[in-house]
C-alpha cells in the first residue's frame, strides 16, 4: 500500500466524514476507467479535496478515471457521497470547492459506461442521482452563494439533474 492509501485510513482523519464514508467500501474490486481498479480513488480525492490552485483541482485520478468523458464507472457512486460531504464540511480553497462541484456535475449527467451496462449497472447516472439527493439544501445554499465565478451554474445544473424546478433556480439565481 502507498502511503496515501494509507492516510485515507489513519486514525486521526476518521473525524472528516468523506474518509468514513471511503472506508465502507472495498475500492479494489470497483471498476475505474484506468483498468487498474478504484484503488486509487481515495488518495486521488483526498488530493481534490486539499487543492489550493485550480490546477491541483481538475480532478487527477478522478476525472478519466470514474468518469472518461463522461461515461461512468462504478466508483463514481461512492464519490458522490464524499463530494457531498466533503462540500459540507471540510474548510475548502475556492479551487477544491470549484473542482468539486463540477466533478459532480460531470457526474450526475453521464451515463454508465458501455463496461458498466454489459455487468449490470446500466443506470449509474441515477445511481449518482440518487446519492447527491441527500446534498440539495447544501447545493441550494450554493447557488445563493455563489463565492466563485460560475459556481452558481453548476449548482443549477446539478439540482436540475435532481429535478427541481429549473425556472425556479434561475429566479433564486437573479435574485443573488
Ligand atoms: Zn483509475
Redesign the pocket.
Known amino acids: 500500500m502507498d502511503p496515501q492509501w494509507n492516510d485515507v485510513f489513519s486514525v486521526e482523519d476518521t473525524s472528516k466524514k468523506w474518509r468514513r464514508i471511503a472506508a465502507r467500501f472495498d475500492w479494489s474490486g470497483l471498476r475505474?476507467?484506468?483498468?487498474?481498479?478504484?484503488?486509487?480513488?481515495p488518495s486521488?480525492f483526498a488530493a481534490l479535496v486539499a487543492a489550493q490552485t485550480e490546477e491541483e483541482a481538475d480532478g487527477a485520478?478522478l476525472r478519466?478515471?470514474?468518469e472518461v468523458q463522461s461515461m461512468l464507472?462504478e466508483?463514481a457512486v461512492p464519490v458522490v457521497s464524499m463530494i457531498l460531504a466533503a462540500l459540507d464540511e471540510e474548510l475548502l480553497t475556492d479551487a477544491a470547492r470549484w473542482g468539486l462541484l463540477y466533478l459532480l456535475m460531470v457526474l450526475v449527467l453521464g451515463e454508465s459506461e458501455h463496461v458498466e451496462v454489459l455487468s449490470g449497472r446500466p443506470d449509474l447516472e441515477l445511481e449518482c442521482r440518487d446519492a447527491a439527493r441527500d446534498g440539495i439544501p447544501l447545493l441550494y445554499e450554493e447557488l445563493r452563494k455563489e463565492r466563485v465565478r460560475g459556481r452558481a451554474e453548476y449548482a443549477i445544473c446539478i439540482l436540475e439533474a435532481l429535478g427541481e424546478d429549473r425556472d425556479e433556480l434561475i429566479a433564486i439565481r437573479r435574485d443573488i
Do not use: E
Open positions: 475505474c476507467g484506468c483498468d487498474q481498479g478504484a484503488r486509487h480513488v486521488s485520478g478519466n478515471h470514474i464507472f466508483s
